[in-house]
T-cell receptor, first 113, second 115 residues
Framework: RKEVEQDPGPFNVPEGATVAFNCTYSNSASQSFFWYRQDCRKEPKLLMSVYSSGNEDGRFTAQLNRASQYISLLIRDSKLSDSATYLCVVSDHPMDSSYKLIFGSGTRLLVRP | NAGVMQNPRHLVRRRGQEARLRCSPMKGHSHVYWYRQLPEEGLKFMVYLQKENIIDESGMPKERFSAEFPKEGPSILRIQQVVRGDSAAYFC?????????????FGQGTRLTVV
């Protein structure tokens, strides 16, 4: 079983749609959780951290369910520029959230006009 | 403040040659991480270094791969006697400290192609 699992997609949605991505992780002791965005042939960039209380940043909402070991990302009012691969990322280290990040394989999003 | 700088961006090597990948962390960052991304896969942790010290190399292949972060100069990931399976994107990340609120910033990566 992979440490971090994601549906690879692609999710093909029209502009303005709401789309949700899910991710599961295998280590119940994982400490830090993130969504990264990776454009084609570019480096990953942090989209947002994910907290148990849930957090929102503009059109993006992330949720963490520790009991189910499940992380979600909701994108509202999709834009063409949201087309990218979204990486679910976990860190197991209790004191350092940037140490030994564990990446999912990513979910590809295509937003069409 | 320049971001994490990696060079070269693209590197082509013949089987059996050596590949040297360089990474200069962001200014003020003393923690460097190397990751490898194979086609259609997620990034995989290779090694974590601080100045002059290898902290965790649990993700490094046992042979042919080595990394260093000298007191002066960039971090180097060295691959000796490259094989086709080494073809991948190699990303370097840096962070300023160890804490639960620290973000790792990634460089643009080096795409290694072994022919």
């Amino acid at each position: 079983r992979k440490e971090v699992e994601q549906d690879p997609g692609p999710f093909n949605v029209p502009e303005g749609a709401t789309v949700a991505f899910n991710c599961t992780y295998s280590n119940s002791a994982s400490q830090s959780f993130f969504w990264y965005r990776q454009d084609c042939r570019k480096e990953p960039k942090l989209l947002m951290s994910v907290y148990s209380s849930g957090n929102e940043d503009g059109r993006f909402t992330a949720q963490l369910n520790r009991a189910s070991q499940y992380i979600s990302l909701l994108i509202r009012d999709s834009k063409l520029s949201d087309s990218a691969t979204y990486l679910c990322v976990v860190s197991d280290h209790p004191m350092d959230s940037s140490y030994k990040l564990i990446f999912g394989s990513g979910t590809r999003l295509l937003v069409r006009p | 403040n320049a971001g994490v700088m990696q060079n070269p961006r693209h590197l082509v090597r013949r089987r059996g040659q050596e590949a040297r990948l360089r990474c200069s962390p962001m200014k003020g960052h003393s923690h460097v991480y190397w990751y490898r991304q194979l086609p259609e896969e997620g990034l995989k942790f290779m090694v974590y270094l601080q100045k002059e010290n290898i902290i965790d190399e649990s993700g490094m292949p046992k042979e042919r791969f080595s990394a260093e972060f000298p007191k002066e100069g960039p971090s180097i990931l060295r691959i000796q006697q490259v094989v086709r399976g080494d073809s991948a994107a190699y990303f370097c990340a840096s962070s300023p400290r160890s804490s639960l609120n620290t973000e790792a910033f990634f460089g643009q990566g080096t795409r290694l192609t072994v022919v």
